[in-house]
Antibody
Framework: EVHLLESGGDLVQPGGSLRLSCAASGFTFSSYAMGWVRQAPGKGLEWVSFITGSGDSTYYADSVKGRFTISRDNSKSTLYLQMNSLRVEDTAVHYC?????????????WGQGTLVTVSS | QSVLTQPPSVSAAPGQKVIISCSGSSSNIGNNYVSWYQQFPGTAPKFLIYDNNKRPSGIPDRFSGSKSGTSATLGITGLQTGDEADYYCGTWDSSLSAWVFGGGTKLTVL
């Protein structure tokens, strides 16, 4: 059974940093691209970042480009999101999600989410 | 402002059918498959429809999807109170090199 478990969410001051982790199990992690999607309180889904299975290619939403870095450790089946220069508007539940089969335009499994709160 | 446009809310009576629309452009819906997600309050999104009209294992056939040009729709028949949730469409945008979602539609089963 596919399982994604995020961790690392916390309360942080504006300008601070945080690293989120997503531990994956139940599938061959290196064979799947992964992404981060966030949801601000009372708002809709917002895609944040995406990384291919090998980690060779990464993509970012304009709202986080230059501040966030996505990475993965396939030996540990873990996805990361390094978040720097955090802003109040980054406050959201952050979900990690698995992209479907190669070339798919969907996320077929989602974690339960971890809350990032940016506030002074 | 979301790249994909959905109505904020829809409603229908139990047992009835509802259609949720998702409008985009040639760089996203027009040239890529659309997926749909169901989200209950306080929970993670659930994968509902992929490749415009395919259902993952375990999703009842009351849920259906379709696409025409730069628009897609999610249909739900035989509405149940348990279907009350937020529904999101999503796809890849080839021009933006970004995943895009609709703003979400809140379904109320009256």
């Amino acid at each position: 059974e596919v399982h994604l478990l995020e961790s690392g969410g916390d309360l942080v001051q504006p300008g601070g940093s945080l690293r989120l982790s997503c531990a994956a199990s139940g599938f061959t992690f290196s064979s799947y691209a992964m992404g981060w999607v966030r949801q601000a309180p009372g708002k809709g889904l917002e895609w944040v970042s995406f990384i291919t299975g090998s980690g060779d290619s990464t993509y970012y939403a304009d709202s986080v480009k230059g501040r966030f870095t996505i990475s993965r450790d396939n030996s540990k089946s873990t996805l990361y999101l390094q978040m720097n220069s955090l802003r109040v508007e980054d406050t959201a539940v952050h979900y990690c999600a698995r992209r479907g089969i190669e070339g798919a335009t969907n996320f077929d499994y989602w974690g339960q989410g971890t809350l990032v709160t940016v506030s002074s | 402002q979301s790249v994909l446009t959905q109505p904020p809310s829809v409603s229908a009576a139990p047992g009835q059918k509802v259609i949720i629309s998702c409008s985009g452009s040639s760089s996203n819906i027009g040239n890529n498959y659309v997926s749909w997600y169901q989200q209950f309050p306080g929970t993670a999104p659930k994968f509902l429809i992929y490749d415009n009209n395919k259902r993952p294992s375990g999703i009842p056939d009351r849920f259906s999807g379709s696409k025409s040009g730069t628009s897609a729709t999610l249909g739900i028949t035989g509405l149940q109170t348990g279907d009350e949730a937020d529904y999101y469409c999503g796809t890849w945008d080839s021009s933006l090199s970004a995943w895009v979602f609709g703003g979400g539609t809140k379904l109320t089963v009256l």
